[in-house]
């Protein structure tokens, strides 16, 4: 017998106040008692958004949130560039051109973030550029584009010129300041940062975005923008709502703010800190530098044998789940998630675990050597 330990970089652990939340029992949708819901789930979640505006709340996965703010607030035929340095930027793309859209491809080799000046000259190279999209932190490489950067950027090309961040793996687990980065669309799910099950997916838009959403006569129904923020201002949804999930938005925005904003984004952080220096002190070597290393999930390489009997023993001796690589870097990277209802003594597990894996396999003594590194991390930092 032993303990579960969730460590993908999504789906998450959920915590049991949350789980009770959301065990409350079912109340009708459309209600009183769901109107003072969401009335009350307004004004929190937009704090972790990084916004004075309204944020869409979807019944629906994460990939949602990303073809709906494609599907609003691109029109047809206008040029969309998407910035493609993982799986889930690739994602991004494939949404994109499935849709009426010309599309700009501005690939960046994967486990590297974006280079601003050379994304810069890229972006000049091409005329009436609508829609410019990013990851904050794409997931399949752990990597964390300089978005404010890349923001201005955008907007120094053109003003009007739409910026779409895919936040799904980073909001939560990092300060966002959409004004300041210049974001116009910001999306996310519920299965990481926000501790909750799949099934919920976020849009905030600044006021530009709505204007332009509301003028696009793209055809869409289901992923009508339009639909969420007029609902919103009655404090309702358009259609059937996951209920008990929104329920459980509702703990997790209460218990981020009792633990503060900032605390949470200096906890990823830490996590993050730690988790690195007692990599290293394996002689794992990381995919991402440190300057753009994502607080939410941490990706290291070796060999795929190695790879693969780390992930076996995690989960079979220790009760530990962690992920693989995506795509090409499958059997090249393994895949920590430190995020949402994680904490630095899991750190400690996870990296007391891996010391006696590769002390074992490797015949070399690593004993201590990796707690010991996150250890001095985490209380150098108190």
């Known amino acids: 017998m032993y303990k579960k330990m969730l460590m993908t970089p999504g789906p998450t652990p959920i915590p049991e106040k949350v789980n009770q939340r959301m065990a409350e029992g079912m109340i009708g949708h459309r209600s009183g008692d769901f109107s003072e819901l969401m009335r009350r789930i307004k004004p929190k979640i937009k704090d972790v958004f990084g916004t004075k505006d309204d944020v869409a709340i979807l019944s629906s996965s994460g990939t949602s949130s990303l073809e709906a703010a494609m599907v609003n607030l691109a029109a047809k035929d206008e040029n969309v560039v998407v910035i493609v340095s993982g799986a889930f930027g690739a994602r991004f793309e494939a949404i994109a051109k499935t849709y009426p859209y010309n599309v700009h491809t501005y690939e960046v080799e994967w486990g590297e973030a974006a280079d601003p000046a050379d994304?810069?000259?890229?972006?000049?190279?091409?005329?009436?550029v609508k829609v410019v999209v990013s990851q904050a932190c794409e997931t399949s490489t752990a990597v964390l584009h300089p978005v404010t950067e890349l923001g201005e950027i955008?907007?120094?090309y053109d003003e009007?010129?739409?910026f779409i961040v895919d936040g799904v793996s980073?909001?939560?687990g990092m300060k966002f300041n959409m004004a300041e980065s210049k974001i116009d669309?910001?999306?996310?799910g519920s299965q990481k940062a926000l501790m909750l099950p799949p099934g919920l997916a976020f849009v905030a838009m600044n006021q530009n975005a709505r204007q332009k959403m509301k003028d696009n006569d793209l055809p869409r129904f289901y992923l009508d923008l339009n639909q969420y923020f007029d609902s919103l201002d009655k404090d309702t949804t358009p259609f059937t709502p996951a209920v008990s999930l929104i329920q459980g938005l509702e703990a997790v925005l209460d218990s981020v703010a009792e633990e503060g904003l900032e605390n949470v984004y200096d906890r990823h952080a830490k996590m993050r800190d730690m988790l690195r220096a007692g990599l290293r002190a394996l002689d794992l070597e990381l995919l991402v530098e440190d300057e753009y290393a994502s607080p939410t999930v941490t990706a290291f390489k070796s060999t795929?044998?190695?790879?693969?009997?780390?992930?076996d023993e995690l989960k079979n001796n220790f009760g530990i789940t962690i992920a693989g690589g995506q795509k090409h870097l499958k059997g090249q990277i393994l895949r920590i998630g430190h995020m949402g209802y994680m904490f630095p003594s899991?750190?400690?597990?996870?990296?007391g675990a891996l010391e006696g894996i590769l002390s074992k396999y490797r015949q070399n003594d690593y004993y201590g050597k990796?707690?010991?590194?996150a250890q001095e991390v985490f209380f150098n930092d108190l």
Do not use: Q, T, Y
């Open 154 to 156: 955008v907007k120094d």
């Open 185 to 188: 669309c910001l999306i996310s």
């Open 170 to 172: 980073s909001v939560g």
């Open 370 to 373: 990796a707690i010991k590194e």
């Open 160 to 162: 009007e010129a739409l």
């Open 119 to 128: 994304f810069k000259d890229f972006l000049n190279s091409l005329d009436d």
């Open 346 to 351: 899991d750190i400690i597990v996870v990296l």
């Open 304 to 311: 795929s044998d190695e790879l693969s009997h780390i992930k």
